[in-house]
């Protein structure tokens, strides 16, 4: 029987994160302790194991934001079909608060810098913390001349 994939409770505040990257694709063989993915939660980049030896069967959000607990892919045997995903997977977000990073959405608010002025360089056209920064640094050279 297939098992799905979640984002898992990193840190007591995390409500979601952003997928950087799997470091497996469909159709490798895993084991429990080998590192499916990384994410990002407004605090750290953490590196995530399977929660199950199997064969990577689908992955459903190959990168940005998903919640906490959402279904992002799935461990089976090979050639098993897996379930449905729980959510249908998301098209890239419209405004650029959601398609900025929690650390981004954070820095920006102590900076003042309005998200919908800035053009993401993360995976996916993700704002990061260092977009904003440099933002922010843009706006302040712009005003002293």
Do not use: Y
């Not at 050639?79 to 608060?97: C, F, H, S, V, W």
């Amino acid at each position: 029987m297939a098992v799905p994939i979640t984002i898992p409770k990193a840190t007591l505040s995390l409500e979601e994160a952003v997928i950087l990257g799997w470091k497996k694709q469909p159709g490798d063989r895993v084991e429990m302790t080998d590192i499916l993915f990384e994410m990002e939660t407004d605090k750290v980049v953490v590196e995530v194991p399977a929660p199950a030896a199997g064969c990577l069967l689908r992955i459903d959000v190959a990168e940005g934001t998903a919640k906490l607990d959402q279904v992002i892919g799935w461990i089976g045997d090979p050639g098993e079909i897996p379930a449905t995903p729980d959510q249908p997977l998301r098209p890239a977000p419209a405004d650029n608060q959601s398609a900025a990073s929690p650390a981004a959405r954070r820095r920006a608010r102590e900076l003042g810098v309005h998200l919908g002025d800035i053009r993401g360089t993360g995976p996916g056209g993700r704002i990061t913390e260092k977009d904003v920064e440099s933002a922010s640094q843009m706006e302040n050279h712009g005003e002293d001349h």
